[in-house]
Every structure is written in structure tokens, then in C-alpha cells.
Nanobody
Framework: QVQLVESEGGLVQAGGSLRLSCAASGSIGSINVMGWYRQGPGKQRDLVATISSGGSINYADSVKVRFTISRDNAKNTVYLQMNSLKPEDTAVYYC??????????????WGQGTQVTVSS
């Protein structure tokens, strides 16, 4: 089925930058939306940013000035450029996609998650 493979996160000092990538593969009919979610320690998973196949972008208010989401539709890959990182950005980051199966039915897939830690 559909698989999402995320790049490694890392340990970064406050004010630094990281770029995450996520590549989708498998029996995909078409991808409708790809995006990123994150879950900090003891917190629920919430949205960071999404981008549709048509290029519509949505950011969480906490990241919209500092983070940039982009995608390569031909490669079914989504990127998250994270600048001016803050300790509160520390979380496990999960890639997500909403897609349409070849059969025409809707599906959702999640990546395994990658740890991003921002030190003071």
C-alpha cells in the first residue's frame, strides 16, 4: 500500500534550521494533500502545515512565518523547511497524506515520525 518515508530529524540549537522531507510510494492513485504534524512530549498531535496538489498551503499560526512547506508532485515528496527554530518546536514530526486509491476511494497514510529537538 501507500508508504511514507521521512528523513531524519536532529538536534538543533535555537535559531537554527532544519529541512525535513517525506516521500510517498506504493499503490497511489493520486495524492490530494501532503503535510506535517507534530507531537510534543505529553501533548496531542497537531497540524504544522499542509499543501494540496493544487498548491494551496495552510500553516499553523505558530509556524507560518518561520516554516515553509513545499512539494515535488512528480516525486510525491513533501518538504518542510524550518527556520528560526525554538525550543517549543521540539516534537516528533509526522508526515501525512490524504490520497485517492486507484479504485477511487479515499485513503490516509502516516509516516513513522522523526524526532526534532531544539536546545536553548
Amino acid at each position: 500500500q501507500v508508504q511514507l518515508v521521512e528523513s531524519e530529524g536532529g538536534l538543533v540549537q535555537a535559531g537554527g534550521s532544519l529541512r525535513l522531507s517525506c516521500a510517498a510510494s506504493g499503490s497511489i492513485g493520486s495524492i490530494n494533500v501532503m503535510g506535517w504534524y507534530r507531537q510534543g512530549p505529553g501533548k496531542q498531535r497537531d497540524l504544522v502545515a499542509t499543501i494540496s496538489s493544487g498548491g494551496s498551503i495552510n500553516y499553523a499560526d505558530s509556524v507560518k512565518v518561520r516554516f515553509t512547506i513545499s512539494r515535488d508532485n512528480a516525486k510525491n515528496t513533501v518538504y518542510l523547511q524550518m527556520n528560526s527554530l525554538k525550543p517549543e518546536d521540539t516534537a516528533v514530526y509526522y508526515c501525512n497524506t490524504r490520497f485517492t486509491y486507484p479504485s477511487g476511494r479515499f485513503g490516509v497514510s502516516w509516516g513513522q515520525g522523526t524526532q526534532v529537538t531544539v536546545s536553548s
